[in-house]
């Protein structure tokens, strides 16, 4: 079984959260993965898929394909990204054959990381140590496209000193959606605060995610309401010793 | 093109008691409905939504047929079927008719499809009284406003609201208590169906082989407006179709689990054509008018068909985080929520409404909890690609698109892209690593003032991965 792995950091990582990146490379690397950074990635298209711009996505989602063409695995910084390049090329791609055959060869080699963790590397306890209460927050297309919902639970779980504390609405989307976020900022906001009234009330001090869209949104709504949270990413509290 | 209603949304999102009403309304009933489908397992229930969305899917394949034997089972138990292609050809046909009968007073049970055409709005105008006899209904005739949701449509009234309305409108004392407010509508609404020489109703699914109309709901003001009055109509999208009386089995376990949490609700009618010789009750006429307004626009596509399949039981408007924050009354049309945002574009066009299928987070709860499976999300998009074809037709839109073609060169483009973002972190304001709460106004462009309007703004990193990386991979060839 190969040990190769290319990460695909995501565009928000790469340019706002870079140490989710080094901590996802850290955590493979410290189960002997050769992780690999493809130089020529960008981002996935979902911006312009999601915004009905399907032509300029195709030409995004190309690059993707031609950049991780090589690649053994892809393990991924983030559920949404994931799901666009696992299910949704196929949209973009729908009809058109010989495009179709490599999206589906990419979508069996693509994977979120806790999934990766779980499914391929087989680990559950990477050794990590996190004397925080946190509580975890289901990102919308992890969950319903992906179906990843016990797992970044299960490996929280084996973190010494971390307690999960559940919020009542850990499924609710925190708002974001990407441009809808600025498109309607009034709903995008309410729903986010909605969010963040549940999260302080399981008196966490951390929330944990798997994407860090989610994440960005939390964490903008953290400050402005000057409350004391902090958000982090999955890979964050699994590289903390 | 009409613009969001930004004012409106904005309105309801920071009115804190309409917020807790809409809240806690649609939390109860997400609660409901969790309870009413967990003992089902979860295989169990899904398999019964994957058997309906089948149905649904073979039925709307096949209307043409299905239809035809309706129309052929309705009339041979004595009814009429009115074929409909537009809203106003129905509209006419019923205010027609009831003229035509002399009818002065007419008892009406639930039913979106007469919102969707404003009949109540024509009937009043012929001089007719028309009663809405569904207590959330009747609430918000006397109110007079639309639903606010598909199924609880005075979702966003509390009792205080209702206390209010009925002392105002009925010359009572001002009541708070719910029971009694019900006794109230009650005590109005029973006079009313014995004095009424029409009745009116949706109906929930028309089964073609046996050419019944069935009718679900919790008051009996269903069964009454259908069985009091000497005539009677049913109106109905003709989506409501299923093949057999034997799938009725299926599709009435999950749309009261789906709509308010009940195994069953508590009236199951049938209406099946006017009363036979021997029978001592039921309507002497009976018409059953099926209405196009648009839905055969939809059976073109096959990607977005299946906005045909619903059953109108609001779980989606229930569970969808935006739903819950603009509430009923920012939608264009009378269906609202997901169903609403995927199914208004289609009949009234793109471009009436362009940002409504954008007013969505794409979470894909609706998508979880929907009886029949309609993958809204994926119709959001599609209808999204749509929109934006056709804004390019019509010469608008040209900023973003040309925003995201942009996007799309520099994201195929490795150098340019790090070169992009190097500059703009370099010029970027403010302190590496300290979230921004404001920006100069120069920068205050559209997506950043949306941004900051609510939350603070997190600043480029100092490097990026990409370059942090490649001094990571320098330092260990080095060491």
Same mark, same amino acid.
């Given at each position: ?241 | 093109?009409?613009?969001?209603? *930004? ?21 109860? $009933? ?6 009413? !489908? ?16 089948? *149905? ?24 009429? *079927? ?26 009406k049970s639930k039913s979106?499809?007469?919102e969707?055409?404003?009949?109540n ?10 009663v809405e006899t569904d207590l959330g209904e009747y609430i918000l005739q ?5 639903p606010?949701?598909? !199924?609880?449509p005075a ?58 109309? *069935? ?6 003001n ?12 049913? !109106? ?15 599709? $009435? ?37 099926? !209405? ?143 979230? $921004?709460?404001? $920006? ?40």
């Amino acid at each position: 079984m190969s040990k190769r792995v290319s990460l695909f950091v995501t565009c928000i990582v790469d340019q706002v959260f870079p140490h989710v990146g080094l901590a996802i490379a850290d955590v493979l690397e410290g189960l002997g993965y050769q992780v690999e950074f493809p130089q020529s990635q960008t981002c996935c298209g979902q911006p312009a898929f999601n915004s009905g711009f399907w032509e300029d996505a195709k030409g995004v989602a190309r690059h993707f394909l031609d950049t991780f063409e090589g690649s053994d695995y892809i393990v991924a910084a983030s559920g949404s990204c994931t799901a666009m390049c696992g299910h949704h090329f196929a949209d973009l791609f729908s009809g058109d054959a010989a495009m179709l055959e490599r999206v589906h060869r990419l979508e069996a080699r693509v994977f979120e990381f806790s999934r990766f963790l779980l499914e391929v590397a087989k680990v559950e306890d990477l050794g990590a140590r996190f004397e925080h209460t946190v509580t975890y927050h289901d990102s919308c297309h992890a969950l319903r496209e992906l179906g990843i919902k016990a797992g970044p639970r299960r490996l929280l779980s084996k973190v010494k000193g971390l307690t999960l504390k559940e919020m009542d609405i850990a499924e609710e989307c925190c708002g974001f959606g990407g441009t809808f976020s600025v498109k309607f900022p009034d709903v995008s906001g309410g729903m986010a605060k909605t969010k963040v009234d549940s999260i302080v009330k399981t008196g966490a001090t951390h929330v944990v995610s798997i994407d860090s869209s989610c994440l960005m949104q939390l964490q903008g709504t953290i400050l402005r309401a000057g409350l004391p949270l902090k958000t982090m990413h999955l890979a964050e509290v699994l590289a903390s010793k | 093109m009409n613009p969001i209603p *930004v004012e409106a949304i904005q309105k309801a999102v920071g009115d804190a008691r309409l917020q807790t009403a809409i809240y806690s309304s649609t939390a109860r $009933l997400i609660d409901k409905r969790r309870n009413a !489908v967990d003992p089902f397992g979860w295989d169990e229930f899904q398999e019964l939504r994957s058997q309906a969305n089948a *149905v649904k899917k073979h039925a709307i394949e096949n209307l043409d047929h299905y239809l035809e034997l309706l129309e052929k089972n309705v009339t041979a138990r004595g009814g009429k *079927v009115i074929w409909c292609r537009t809203a106003s050809e129905a509209v006419q046909f019923i205010t027609g008719l009831a003229k035509e009968k002399g009818v002065r007073r007419i008892v009406k049970s639930k039913s979106m499809t007469t919102e969707e055409i404003d009949l109540n709005e024509h009937l009043e105008r012929e001089q007719i009284d028309v009663v809405e006899t569904d207590l959330g209904e009747y609430i918000l005739q006397l109110a007079k406003e639309k639903p606010y949701h598909i !199924v609880a449509p005075a979702l966003h009234k509390t009792r205080y609201d209702v206390a209010d309305l009925f002392s105002d409108k009925l010359a009572v004392d001002r009541e708070e208590d719910i029971e009694r407010q019900t006794q109230i509508a009650r005590r109005v609404l029973r006079e009313k169906f014995l004095t009424a020489d029409l009745g009116i109703t949706g109906a929930n699914f028309l089964i073609a082989d046996s050419g019944a109309v *069935v009718l679900v709901e919790n008051e009996g003001n269903a069964r009454l407006s259908s069985s009091a009055p000497r005539i009677q109509i049913a !109106v109905a999208g003709f989506e409501k179709i299923i093949p057999r009386a034997q799938d009725l089995a299926t599709f $009435l376990k999950i749309l009261g689990r789906s709509a308010t949490g009940q195994p069953l609700t508590v009236y199951t009618s049938f209406l099946s054509g006017p009363r036979r010789p021997g029978e001592i009750d039921g309507p002497e006429e009976f018409y059953l008018v099926l !209405v196009d307004n648009g839905r055969s626009k939809l059976l073109a596509d096959e990607n977005k068909r299946q906005s045909l399949y619903c059953i109108r039981c609001g779980a989606c408007l229930n569970h969808c985080p935006v739903y819950r924050k603009i509430g009923g009354h920012n939608y264009p049309w009378v269906y609202s929520g997901p169903i609403g945002a995927i199914i208004s574009p289609q009949f009234h066009g793109l471009t009436r409404d362009p940002w409504l299928p954008y007013a969505s987070s794409l979470c894909g709860a609706c998508a979880e909890v929907c009886p029949v499976k309609i993958d809204i999300p994926k119709v959001l998009l599609e209808l999204r690609a749509g929109i934006t074809q056709a804004k390019q037709r019509e010469g608008a839109g040209a900023w973003e698109r040309r925003g995201f073609r942009l996007f799309s060169f520099v994201m195929q483009r490795p150098r340019l892209y790090e070169f992009a973002t190097t500059m703009a972190s370099a010029f970027f304001p403010g302190e590496r690593g300290k979230w $921004l709460r404001t $920006l100069p106004a120069i920068l205050q462009l559209p997506p950043l003032r949306g941004w900051l309007s609510q939350r603070d703004l997190p600043p480029p990193a100092e490097e990026s991965f990409r370059a942090q990386w490649r001094n990571r991979q320098r330092m260990r060839g080095r060491a």
